[in-house]
């Protein structure tokens, strides 16, 4: 028994060796999903806090009153000026190519007193396509005007709303971004590598002679899980680290727990890869399959968007794929706090589609 689990940590020892001295699994490995993690983290970045409109102001009164409008508007972090527009017409073209979300013109009018009190309306423009963008516009400056209004009027209506922050924290699109990642990280690590290695390795002939030496499957199965568990983990530790020093990610759980679990889900999902690698002959098999089994996870499970925005009855299928509690295990372990216990239902779905994957995987293996 202890030389057949020295066979297994030989093994072991050799793929991870492999992994560290080839230069594209490196760059697929680690690399490339650290790539992905710049261009999605700075996406969710801009989207959560991009709550600006970009506009052009066209001023025609010489009032005092629109001068502190303007004041205003420049120094408010909800607009975006484009200073570069001054008339109506160069504003029209902007707006019909879709760079402007709306214009607010200050009338010859704005300002003029009247009863002793200067007055004014200002203009909004916006088109058709984009009315929720205006009328969102026209609420936030009427919002803003009202803030001059007081120095001149004091009134209170009998209707008034106080905003009130509970202690507890929402997550952030980065923060679903992130988990949606690791998936994405692990799909490419468990299922690609073994879909990539076994193909090439049957061509070579390097599986066939392995198997007449007294290797089994399963300890060639659990060697490759191992070293795939620890070229996994050491690409996922880069990507946190990525995460947390270039995105500010709150890591609120316990790291070790978050290791243990993306351990066990980089082998739930080694299985499908060890299943299609295994079967297929060559890459012309394996690359389609792969494909049929990979994009689908990845689009249903939560990688690159949340669930919640699928229809309810897509979020109830979905909830099924083995993709979905690995990534909704480690949301909740790395930005909820979650325990090991806490995240039990997500661990037992991967652990019976590891009963399931992993038989899969050794009634269809073939070393030629």
Known sequence: MQKKFYTVYVFAKLSTKRFFRDRLALFFGILFPIIFLFVFGSF?????????????????????????????????TTFKLNNEITTMSQANKKLNEDQLDGVIVLPKTFGQTYKGLPKGTAEVYYTINNIQAGQTLS????????????????????LSVVGKAITKKSLTPF????????????VGIGIFGPVNVFPELKKQG???RLHTTPLRVWQYFTA???????TGLVSLIVMFMVAIAIFHLKVTGSYFSIGLFMA??????????????????????????SNIVVFPML????????????????????????????IDGARLLTTEGYTLTQIGPQIGLLAIWIVIIYFIAFKVFKWE
């Open 44 to 76: 969710s970045n801009n989207t959560s806090n991009n709550t600006s409109f970009n506009i052009a102001l066209i001023n025609q009164s010489n009032s005092k009153l629109a001068t502190q409008a303007i004041e205003l508007i420049k120094h408010s």
């Open 139 to 158: 609420a936030i400056l009427t919002s803003d005007f009202n803030v001059i209004n007081r120095h001149y009027v004091n009134y209170r209506g009998p």
């Open 175 to 186: 923060d679903y971004t992130f988990s949606g990642l690791l998936g994405f990280s692990i």
């Open 206 to 208: 390097i599986l066939r």
């Open 224 to 230: 490759t899980m191992i070293a795939q568990a620890i």
């Open 264 to 289: 066990y889900s980089i082998i739930a999902i080694l299985g499908i890869g060890l299943a299609i690698g295994g079967w297929a002959k060559n890459e012309r098999q394996a690359a389609p399959l």
């Open 299 to 326: 689009f249903l499970s939560g990688t690159f968007f949340p669930r919640y925005l699928m229809p309810h009855w897509l979020q109830t299928i979905t909830n099924y794929l083995p993709l979905t509690p690995v």
